[in-house]
């Protein structure tokens, strides 16, 4: 299995050492033509407005929806949440976004890096909580057909999943809890694997 | 603080937004205008200042903290983070930056220090703080204080790297230095760098510092950029650097892009193009001992 991890900006290198140990084969991606042989991209936290800005430079946009079109699974954490998100609140005017989950998110929901918080989630498929850490995060406000919610905090969505697109408005790779990594990899990943073959 | 089902102001929280902004371009700005010129060009956050550390140099006397309304104005104009910064020990220019929404503070030798002995204690904050170093034990001093970030200081407002490499190479070589040496002689090293015990057991068990280190302090040009990346830091601080130059929108999105692509040399070729005039920049033997804002700080 071989996952490529968007490496433009951000927390990519965290993601890199979650999926090396769980025995995943990871990839920095700095240009289109490293996902090239990817089952799933990984789209880190970091600044999305930086981000998107990078993607657009080396034509970013089309070849991930190209190569998701061709059974590619992504998951986007955070910003990453922001940047496949179908529809954004309060973005930049012009602000592009992947839009390849039905999703509608808000950015920098929660106010300030003052209200940024760690909270203990019940999240659908895992058995214990999984402590989740909030950095200016995003919310999501609404989701379309065929994205089921995983996870909530007081009310707000925070994790969905469609069939190989996944987000999390927290970030996992910040702590050492490797469990969600193991799904994305597992559930969405070899599925695509499948469904592209 | 715990409420709601939810803890802010926690170590992780504040070293994890850090880890947010790495690979990234971090810009002083002294309007709106220059901030949303920052922001277009790909900036992960922008630093509000009064000043920008070459007009500090020019003006002289004593540097404090921005006006809040300015502050206020660029927190307003933009969407990505707005830092800024307090003088060092000023724990009151901390709580008032704190109480404007700051997202992080950074507590500066290019302002003139308010206290020359002690640095604020920012454990108190909920806001994060950033400070500068020269060396491991100015870095794992600032930390034990609360830092949940550093940045090597180089020499501010000079457009000219060399001070930059040298404190970016100390760091690193300390840090090679500390990870090879054996457990009983961590307690000399210690003492040596002037940092707590179980800091530096923390280095020379995982071979890094415990928080991000961005560079600081001179970078100019898309190269410049590069070259730190290369070193081993984590992101950069761009200060005079763009504003400074003659065509700043290009300069910025060119620092932007090489601090990404800073292994491939093609792509900082192609930036480098036709980005008119550099900041002048100074060399560091002109400028008087007393002078050097790098030599700030305990």
Redesign the interface.
């Known amino acids: 299995m071989r996952i490529g991890v968007l490496a433009l900006q951000g927390a990519f290198r965290e993601h890199i050492l979650a999926l090396e140990a769980i025995g995943a084969s990871a990839v920095a991606v700095r240009l289109p033509a490293q996902l090239d042989g990817c089952d799933g991209l990984i789209i880190p936290g970091g600044e999305s407005t930086a981000i998107a800005k990078l993607m657009d430079r080396h034509g970013f946009y089309e070849s991930v929806q190209g190569r998701c079109r061709e059974g590619m699974a992504v998951w986007g954490t955070c910003a990453g949440a922001i940047l496949i998100a179908k529809r954004i609140s309060d973005g930049l005017p012009g602000q592009r976004s992947l839009g390849l989950l039905d999703i509608q998110v808000r950015r920098n929901a929660y106010g300030r890096q003052s209200d940024s918080f760690e909270a203990g989630l019940e999240v659908k498929g895992l058995d214990e909580p999984f402590q989740g850490i909030f950095i200016r995060a995003p919310w999501i406000e609404s989701v379309g057909e065929g994205v089921r919610v995983l996870a909530e905090h007081d009310g707000r969505i925070v994790a969905v999943r469609s069939a190989s697109m996944m987000a999390t408005t927290f970030h996992p790779e910040l702590t050492r809890d490797l469990r969600l990594h193991r799904y994305f990899v597992s559930d969405l990943c070899s599925r695509s694997r499948l469904d592209g073959a | 603080m715990s409420e ?7 170590l ?2 504040k070293t ?2 850090a ?6 371009v971090i810009m002083d700005v002294v309007t709106a205008e220059q901030a949303k010129i920052a ?7 922008v630093m509000a200042l009064e000043r920008v550390p070459a007009d500090i140099r020019v003006a002289g006397g004593v540097a404090r903290m921005a006006d809040p309304t300015k502050v206020t104005e660029i927190i307003k104009a933009v ?3 707005v830092m800024a910064k307090c003088r060092i020990g000023h724990f009151v220019e901390a709580q008032v930056l ?1 109480s404007l ?1 700051a ?2 503070i950074d507590e500066s030798e290019v302002l003139t220090p308010a206290d020359e002995q002690y640095h604020v204690n920012k454990w108190g904050f ?3 703080f950033v400070c500068g170093c020269r060396n491991l034990g100015e870095a794992l001093r600032r930390i034990a204080e609360g830092a949940a970030m550093v940045r090597t200081k180089g020499e501010p407002g000079t457009g000219n790297v060399v001070e930059a490499v040298r404190h970016m190479r100390t760091v690193s070589d300390e840090i090679a230095w500390v990870a090879g040496l054996r457990d009983e002689q961590l307690f000399d090293a210690a003492k040596q760098l002037g940092a707590t015990y179980d800091l530096v057991k923390w280095v020379h068990d995982n071979g890094k510092l415990p928080v991000v280190n961005f560079s600081a302090g001179g970078i100019a040009t898309p190269a410049d950029a590069a070259l730190m990346m290369q070193l081993g830091c984590d992101g950069v601080f761009v200060g005079s650097g763009i504003f400074k130059s003659g065509d700043p929108e290009k300069r910025a999105r060119a620092i ?2 090489a601090t ?2 800073y292994e ?1 040399a093609e792509i900082i070729a192609d930036v480098s193009r036709d980005l008119g005039e550099a900041m002048v920049g100074i060399n560091i033997p002109d400028i008087p001992e007393a002078q050097r804002m790098q030599e700030r700080g305990w």
């Open positions: 709601n089902n939810r803890e802010t102001g926690t992780r929280v994890g937004f880890e947010m902004l790495k690979g990234g922001e277009d060009a790909g900036a992960v956050a969407t990505i983070p704190e929404g997202d992080y909920t806001v994060p932007v892009e990404t692509h491939n």
